[in-house]
């Protein structure tokens, strides 16, 4: 009995565990990161393979500013069809971009969008009006999950109606990708079941 108790107590304690972290992960993962150098060590730095420009650099593991940090945003689309946006910092976000824009002149910034690299931008200017654009990279359904968070620039007012349309764009999204497995593993399995054997001919 004492061994069940325990074997039930452990059970609860990882599923309240579980559930903490489930809770912890954000919908939707944005992460600024500031190139390193690589005598920094693996504690602090980690590499990545950009394509443009195609090299390997490495960068510093604690993001400059993160999903978190946003109030605002301004998603867009740009002539080769790629999706973009301006995320409108909070006054946390806005101080750390601004003392690392003006510390880091033409140093190399890495976008992460939910782990992977989004866009690789070089530090041009000043940034004092926490306003960030990530050029490219994001998914039509990750700027629905924006939408879904954050009033567009400008529209404020509107975010109520914006985000009941957004979700109900991924609740939509969602239910065509299921559609769209269920039937890809309806076919993977047809494939996988053995043919008929074909019933030979009876001779009198």
Request: with cysteine.
């Amino acid at each position: 009995m004492l061994a069940i108790m325990r074997f039930l107590f452990l059970l609860a304690l990882v599923l309240a565990s579980a559930a903490a972290l489930a809770a912890d992960k954000p919908p939707l993962s944005i992460r600024l990161h500031s190139e390193g150098l690589e005598r920094e060590g693996p504690s602090f730095v980690t590499p990545i393979d950009l394509t443009v420009p195609p090299k390997r650099i490495f960068i510093r593991k604690v993001p400059i500013i993160t999903e978190k940090d946003i109030k605002a945003i301004f998603p867009f689309t740009e002539e080769s069809g790629s999706l973009g946006c301006t995320l409108i910092l909070d006054n946390s976000g806005r101080e750390r971009i601004e003392e690392f824009t003006t510390s880091s002149r033409d140093a190399i910034v890495v976008a992460l969008i939910n782990g992977r690299i989004a866009a690789a931008m070089t530090v041009d200017r000043r940034i004092t009006d926490g306003m960030v654009t990530i050029p490219s990279g994001f998914t039509p359904e990750e700027i629905l999950v924006l939408q879904s968070l954050h009033p567009t620039l400008g529209k404020e007012k509107e975010f109520p109606a914006q985000k009941k349309k957004a979700l109900a764009s991924l609740a939509k999204s969602a239910t065509a990708k299921a559609k769209e497995e269920k039937e890809q593993l309806k076919k993977s399995r047809a494939k996988d079941l053995p043919e008929p054997k074909k019933k030979k001919p009876k001779y009198k």
